[in-house]
Structures are given as structure tokens and as C-alpha cells.
């Protein structure tokens, strides 16, 4: 009984099999197998239900592109990566920013066409020292043509610790050196 103490069914089978016993009774009846495969279709419905319920909520959430990608950085540690443009840009400008929202590193690219333009940090901050060991984020800020900004979004590149097939999402989740759990539809390239 201890086991069933957190699974509906398996308190289901134990009173039904008690009641088997204390009535004296060798067989399952009818009624009881009717009552469990009842007790199935309400859990897989409810079940089922639920899941595409958590779902379209999932895909209705709205997350804030500067909020991501954190990663940590160990002392002395370097990061490439790259900010993807939609468009060409006149200028782009990385902000390398620690947990407290300061700017520890602002990165100058210059002007850049449309896809990727790769960057490194090199762990400095603008004063030449060393960043200390933390999580950090970059911002990219895109000013096209005229001076309008333009949609900018930072890739990082990171090697790959292991690999969940079926997680919490169901699909395949990376774990990524410095950038934590990062499902395998939010990759962009391998290699």
C-alpha cells in the first residue's frame, strides 16, 4: 500500500483485490474489470488533455530575447559567437552584461550584412582585466539604414556535455558547457 500512496491505480487494484479477498471470492468479476478499464480511459483522457493543455500554454508564453542566452564563464575563458541580422546594419554593438545589469564589455562590430556575424569575447572586461568567474549575457543592438534599429539576435557556440532523448519536452535536450539544458530546436548549426 505504501507504493500506492501516489498512484491512483495502484490504489484502485489494491481495494478491489481486498474487496476480492474479504468476500470470500476467487475470481474477479465482471463489474471490476468494467471499473478499470474505466478507470484507463478517464486517466488517458485527462492525461492527454492535460498534456496538450501544457502545451498550447507553453507555446503562448512570450519570453524576452535579452534574457538569453546566460552562460557561465570560468576565469581566464573565452566565448565565440555570433548575432544573427535580418537585415544589414549599419552598426552593431554587443553588450557583454553580469547578473546585476552591469555592462561589462561593449563590442564594436561595425557594419554588417545580413546573417551571421561572428564575434569572441575574450573574458576582458573594457578596462582590460580579467571578468571574474560568473554568468553573463550579450545584448546585440542593430541600427539599420536611417537609424532605425534593426532585429538582432546572439548565438553562442558551445560544446556539448551530454545529450536527454525524451525529456521533459519529449524531444532531445542538450546539455551545452557554460549554457545549461538547451532543447535540440534551438540549435542553428553543429559543427
Known amino acids: 500500500i505504501e507504493s500506492g500512496s501516489n498512484d491512483p491505480m495502484a490504489i484502485f487494484l489494491t481495494v478491489a483485490l481486498l474487496d476480492v479477498l474479504l468476500a470470500g471470492r476467487t475470481e474477479l468479476e465482471p463489474a471490476i474489470l468494467v471499473q478499470l478499464a474505466k478507470q484507463f480511459g478517464i486517466g488517458a483522457v485527462l492525461g492527454l488533455g492535460g498534456a496538450r493543455l501544457l502545451v498550447w500554454l507553453i507555446n503562448r508564453l512570450k519570453l524576452i530575447t535579452g534574457l538569453y542566452p546566460l552562460l557561465a564563464l570560468a576565469d581566464g575563458g573565452s566565448v565565440a559567437a555570433a548575432v544573427e ?37 575574450d573574458g576582458k572586461a573594457d578596462s582590460g582585466a580579467t571578468a ?28 556539448v ?31
Open 161 to 191: 556535455e551530454s545529450v536527454t532523448i525524451g525529456g521533459g519536452q519529449g524531444g532531445l535536450t542538450l546539455t551545452l558547457q557554460g549554457l545549461g539544458e538547451v532543447p535540440f530546436s534551438a540549435v542553428r548549426q553543429i559543427g
Open 132 to 159: 571574474p568567474a560568473g554568468t553573463y549575457q550579450f545584448v546585440a543592438q542593430a541600427t539599420a539604414a536611417g537609424g532605425a534599429q534593426s532585429a538582432a539576435q546572439v548565438l553562442v557556440s558551445a560544446p
Open 85 to 121: 541580422l535580418a537585415s544589414p546594419a549599419e552598426h552593431v554593438r554587443v553588450q557583454v552584461v553580469n547578473l546585476a545589469g552591469d555592462v561589462v564589455r561593449t563590442l564594436d562590430l561595425g557594419a554588417q550584412g545580413a546573417g551571421l556575424a561572428r564575434f569572441a569575447w
